[in-house]
Antibody, heavy 121, light 106 residues
């Protein structure tokens, strides 16, 4: 069955960096676009980044553009999210999600369990 | 960007009730709207896409309708597992989520 497992979350100081990962199994990773969606504590969902199946195309929400980088290694069935210049407002559970249809912008048909990133001094 | 406004933000209901959640778009979203269910402490789960297409395995008591700027999610006959938060999402050229509607026990 489809599985997405995030890892790498933790506590980081403001201005710091962190990389989270998402290991996938149960489907042909290299044929699907993938995304990161975050949820601040007690808040709603916010899409933050998406990458095409081959990693060549990437889109970011304005809130993270220029600070965060989405990437993938299809040989390792793994999605990454490099987060730099973190602020308190970046504190959230970060979910990786599979894009459901061809293209970069679609619904998300499978989600990981999420990894918590806490930005605090 | 298309802004999505969900109403109500909280809905109190009893087992067996039928409830409707509305998602309004700031401009036409055509039929490119999805609905998700999120139980506390869990990841979101896709219920419906293309406004009215039910995901395989999702109970038929869930239904979606609408197009353009107004969409609805209806749950016919609430079950214990349905008490959760529901989000709409627009997709196509851009991506955005509604603010969420929590269905709670009355």
């Amino acid at each position: 069955q489809v599985q997405l497992v995030e890892s790498g979350g933790g506590v980081v100081q403001p201005g710091g960096s962190l990389r989270v990962s998402c290991a996938v199994s149960g489907f042909d990773f290299e044929t699907y676009a993938m995304a990161w969606v975050r949820q601040a504590p007690g808040k709603g969902l916010e899409w933050v980044a998406v990458t095409s199946y081959d990693g060549r195309l990437k889109h970011y929400a304005d809130s993270v553009k220029g600070r965060f980088t989405i990437s993938r290694d299809n040989s390792k069935n793994t999605l990454y999210f490099e987060m730099n210049r973190l602020t308190i407002e970046d504190t959230a559970v970060y979910y990786c999600a599979r894009v459901g249809e061809v293209g970069l912008t679609s619904y998300f048909d499978n989600w990981g369990q999420g990894t918590l990133v806490t930005v605090s001094s | 960007d298309i802004q999505l406004t969900q109403s109500p933000s909280t809905l109190s209901a009893s087992l067996g009730d039928s409830v409707t959640i509305t998602c309004r778009a700031s401009r036409s979203a055509s039929k490119w709207l999805a609905w998700y269910q999120q139980r506390p402490g869990k990841a979101p789960k896709l219920l419906i896409y293309a406004a009215s297409t039910l995901v395989s395995g999702v109970p038929s008591r869930f239904s979606g309708s609408g197009s353009g700027t107004e969409f609805t999610l209806t749950i016919s006959g609430l079950q214990p597992s349905d008490f959760a938060t529901y989000y709409c999402q627009h997709y196509n050229s851009l991506l955005s989520f509604g603010g969420g509607t929590t269905v709670e026990f009355k």
